[in-house]
């Protein structure tokens, strides 16, 4: 028969890697602000998505001058 542990007793995986890191006095702390970093990546990723959009607007009107142009040559 098998025998059942004592779950209480155990660390789960959250508390066995749980390390109580604590910089020396007058030294800063090298973890950082996860919600500074959230949201420079979420700026950063909408800059991006902007300049996707612009550059597509401009390449659609290049398109569109030249075909202009071909029809004001062809008369």
Do not use: C, H, W
């Not at 996707?52 to 004001?72: G, H, L, N, T, W």
Request: proline share 1%; no cysteine.
């Amino acid at each position: 028969m098998a025998s059942r542990r004592i779950v209480s007793s155990e660390k789960s995986v959250l508390e066995k890697n749980d390390t109580d890191f604590k910089p020396k006095d007058g030294e800063k702390s090298d973890i950082g602000n996860s919600t500074y970093a959230g949201a420079l990546a979420a700026i950063m990723a909408n800059v991006v998505l902007m300049g996707y959009v612009i550059v597509a607007f401009r390449e659609d009107q290049s398109e569109a001058m030249e075909a202009a142009e071909k029809e004001r040559k062809g008369k």
